[in-house]
């Protein structure tokens, strides 16, 4: 029922449009708080190659469990590479497709709209299905996206990525376990292995009550070069405050 009021704007937008992760990139869950109130900031630094500057972004958003199956967030965006600018203004829109332990796999949908401030950029568009999976006390989570810029003064190309994420519920408050991105090139022309990014690395997770409906949530990895292409070493960190 949920899936039938998407499918047909899906549909048009997966015949029309990847992910290159950034510093400040993580990992989009399926699931929807319905009436929760979240302020979101995110940062993340990566390491220059063959002697570039240190890339660093950030990011801070206001998001909405608008209903029981559709969350909104509008995010500001900036980056530092040799200087700190505002990058972008982006709106981002989850999707949950089905029921928590309905069926094997909890799936939800990802829709992305970016304006960058460069207009010679044009937009940026990012869809794709998010997955989730709980193996006892592990959940699992892979999500596979395209990205595509229309209206920039470059070539346009639809690009694909991916995002995994295994995390080992302990306790509420620390969890632990491992983040990984990465971007293949063209969906349907990959690059060559040495061309494509990949990266993962250690990452914890938790959330701390605070009294009602309010709790601070948080997350944090260090992603290490799995590619030649990819920056030795990544940095991130997520924080939000849920009301």
């Known amino acids: 029922m949920k899936s039938r009021r ?8 997966a015949g029309s449009t990847l992910a290159h992760a950034g510093p400040d990139d993580y990992v989009v869950m399926p699931t929807v708080e319905y ?7 995110r940062i993340g630094t990566a390491s220059g190659e063959g002697g570039e500057p240190r890339a660093s972004a950030a990011s801070i958003a206001f998001g909405y469990g608008v209903t029981p199956w559709w969350a909104t967030e509008i995010y500001g965006k900036w980056h530092r590479n040799g200087a700190t600018s505002f990058d972008a203004i982006e709106w981002e829109n989850r999707f949950e497709l089905t029921e928590p332990g309905q069926y094997f796999a909890d799936l939800g949908f990802l829709v992305e709209i970016e304006r960058p401030r460069d207009r010679a950029e044009g937009y ?3 869809i794709g299905p998010l997955l989730q999976k709980d193996i006892g006390a592990v959940q699992t989570n892979f999500n596979v996206l395209l990205e595509r810029h229309y209206r920039s003064s470059e070539p346009e190309a639809t690009e694909l990525g991916y995002q995994w994420q295994l995390k080992y519920r ?5 969890e632990f376990g491992a983040q990984g991105f990465g971007d293949v090139g063209k969906w349907n022309d990959w690059a060559s292995a040495h061309a494509q990014e990949h990266i993962a690395g ?4 938790g959330k701390l009550k605070l009294g009602g409906r309010q709790a601070i949530k948080y997350d944090a990895a260090v992603l290490f070069k799995l590619s030649d292409a990819a ?3 990544t940095w991130r960190a997520q924080i939000e405050y849920e009301f």
């Open 231 to 233: 920056p030795r070493q």
């Open 202 to 205: 250690p990452a914890i997770f």
């Open 170 to 174: 302990w306790r509420e408050s620390f």
């Open 6 to 13: 998407l499918l047909p704007a899906l549909a048009w937008l």
């Open 124 to 126: 940026e568009l990012r």
């Open 35 to 41: 009436g929760e109130r979240e302020i979101e900031l």
